[in-house]
């Protein structure tokens, strides 16, 4: 079945830097758009980026847009998502999910991957 396994999440202070990366399995991942969501505590769970298939197409919630950058390797059927600027607003699980077409996510919502913003 689909398999998503995120990691890369850690403590880091304001200011700084966090590279996450999504290791998918289970479906042609190659076909698929990729997205990476959020949640913060007490907060539903939030969209911040996605990518097409192919890469050609990136969009990013208003939030991150200049400071959160994503991209994938289909080679490696793996998408990530750099964080630069990381403000303490940016703390949260973040989860990654595919779709095709516009259906909405395939897989079901697993650990996701913590990180903190916090001096």
């Known amino acids: 079945q689909v398999q998503l396994v995120e990691s890369g999440g850690g403590l880091v202070k304001p200011g700084g830097s966090l590279r996450l990366s999504c290791a998918a399995s289970g479906f042609i991942f190659s076909v698929y758009t990729m997205n990476w969501y959020r949640q913060a505590p007490g907060k539903e769970r939030e969209l911040v980026a996605t990518i097409t298939s192919v890469g050609d197409t990136r969009n990013y919630a208003d939030s991150v847009k200049g400071r959160f950058t994503i991209s994938r390797d289909n080679a490696k059927n793996t998408v990530y998502l750099h964080m630069n600027s990381l403000k303490p607003e940016d703390t949260a699980v973040y989860y990654c999910?595919?779709?095709?077409?516009?259906?909405?996510?395939?897989?079901?919502w697993g650990q996701g991957t913590q990180v903190t913003v916090s001096s």
């Open positions: 999910n595919a779709e095709y077409r516009g259906s909405g996510p395939i897989g079901s």
